[in-house]
T-cell receptor, first 113, second 114 residues
């Protein structure tokens, strides 16, 4: 157990809809990263938040957005869903801004029909 | 895009044998980490090796890093059925210092037969 939780576990949406995924990090972990993992692929970095500010972004369009809250929870929002957005979405919390080990949640499996 | 590539893509061995998987990457790094993932669930951190280190051990795991060749290897000794999982390397590129934009490889699917 990493102490990082994600909700929901599974989600089915249709094209064009919007979705919000949630992550609850360990207390004291003020950095959180979000990853998208397509089937059979490695996770791809979406963005990272540090103390409620975006602190780096991968090659994802603006319809992927996020929020981080003072209580160590965070959200990933995806607008105008596309079929290719179907994937496992993982959040990872990091104990300090000095890097090191990431603690991953179990992920949310999103299916877009 | 993926920074790293693991080799082989899939590996099947007998229980008790050693498993070796390799990771190659493209740019200079601050550190490299190995993760395990069971059946499409969350990733579990196994070991971190910094760019100025050449080898690290953790239990049955041994990781080497060759920055001149931009490659790393993970050795699992005396494998067990419970080691069956996908293994990923993740690099922290030196160019993104301060962001921890970890870039994952494509993974090696290990199957350990009892």
């Amino acid at each position: 157990e990493t102490g990082v939780t994600q909700s929901p576990t599974h989600l089915i949406k249709t094209r064009g809809q919007q979705v919000t995924l949630r992550c609850s990090s360990q207390s004291g972990h003020n950095t959180v990263s979000w990853y998208q993992q397509a089937l059979g692929q490695g996770p791809q970095f979406i963005f990272q938040y540090y103390r409620e500010e975006e602190n780096g972004r991968g090659n994802f369009p603006p319809r992927f957005s996020g929020l981080q809250f003072p209580n160590y929870s965070s959200e990933l929002n995806v607008n105008a869903l596309e079929l290719d957005d179907s994937a496992l979405y993982l959040c990872a919390s990091i104990p300090s801004r000095l890097g090191n080990e990431q603690f991953f949640g179990p992920g949310t499996r999103l299916t877009v029909l | 895009s993926q920074q790293g590539e693991e080799d082989p893509q899939a590996l099947s061995i007998q229980e008790g044998e050693n498993a070796t998987m390799n990771c190659s990457y493209k740019t200079s790094i601050n550190n490299l980490q190995w993760y395990r993932q069971n059946s499409g669930r969350g990733l579990v951190h196994l070991i971190l090796i910094r760019s100025n280190e050449r080898e690290k051990h953790s239990g049955r795991l041994r990781v080497t890093l060759d920055t001149s060749k931009k490659s790393s290897s993970l050795l699992i000794t005396a494998s067990r059925a419970a080691d069956t999982a996908s293994y990923f390397c993740a690099t922290d590129p030196a160019s993104t210092s301060g962001t921890y934009k970890y870039i994952f490889g494509t993974g090696t699917r290990l199957k350990v037969l009892a």
